[in-house]
């Protein structure tokens, strides 16, 4: 079946870049996500990139993805304090709308 | 525009009890998706959801767990005799249609069985 892993945890400084990888074995991904989940909240949909692009910007957040290695990687310029969070990496086929999440990469800001 | 709205927010049963989680889906949703993380764990996909509808309930467990979506009123995940495993947050999320790439959140409710 589909399976989808990151690492566990991540530790930056204030201020640099930090980078969250995931891997996904579906061939027929279309949609890939990555969320953010504050303690004790829901997620909350960073962005997203479809199966037939390599990158996307979104401000802070650049998404590559790497299509024949299966590989996503969430960049996050300039981290902050506030983006300490777990964040999920998610991946679902066309028109089904299902999800499947990876295990989550705890990221941990420090002054 | 109201989000995905789920109540309660925090559920505690004993075992044997019966737990009822419900999910008002965004205004315009017809499709609800239900999931359970279980501690230090990822979300995984329990049931989708039409009106009156289950289209794909491939990760409902066999027994004492079922979900409705009915043409009035809320999404409802229903487990019966409730067993200390089942102690996990339930989140529900809504879409426009199976096609979305979207799919909004709520902010999920956190079961506890003692």
């Known amino acids: 079946g589909e399976d989808v892993e990151q690492s566990l945890f991540l530790s930056v400084r204030e201020g640099d870049s930090s980078v969250i990888n995931c891997t996904y074995t579906?061939?027929?991904?279309?949609?890939l996500y990555w969320y953010k989940q504050e303690p004790g909240a829901g997620l909350q949909l960073l962005t997203y990139?479809?199966?037939?692009?390599d990158m996307k910007q979104d401000q802070r957040l650049t998404v590559l993805l790497n299509k024949k290695d299966k590989h996503l990687s969430l960049r996050i310029a300039d981290t902050q304090t506030g983006d300490s969070a777990i964040y999920f990496c998610a991946e679902s086929p066309t028109a089904t709308g299902k999800s499947t999440f990876g295990d989550g990469t705890t990221l941990t800001v420090k002054p | 525009n109201a989000g995905v709205m789920q109540n309660p927010r925090h559920l505690v049963r004993r075992r044997g009890q019966e737990a009822r989680l419900r999910c008002s889906p965004m205004k315009g949703h017809s499709h609800v998706y239900w999931y359970r993380q279980l501690p230090e764990e990822g979300l995984k996909f329990m049931v989708y959801?039409?009106?009156?509808?289950?289209?794909?309930e491939s990760g409902m467990p066999k027994e004492r767990f079922s979900a409705e979506f009915p043409k009035e009123g809320p999404s409802i995940l229903r487990i019966q005799q409730v067993v200390r495993g089942d102690s996990a947050a339930y989140f529900c999320?809504?879409?426009?249609?199976?096609?979305?790439?979207?799919?909004?959140f709520g902010p999920g409710t956190r079961l506890t069985v003692t």
């Open positions: 959801l039409q009106k009156e509808n289950i289209i794909d």
């Open positions: 579906d061939s027929s991904s279309t949609y």
């Open positions: 990139i479809f199966s037939n692009m």
């Open positions: 999320a809504s879409s426009r249609s199976p096609e979305a790439y979207e799919q909004y």
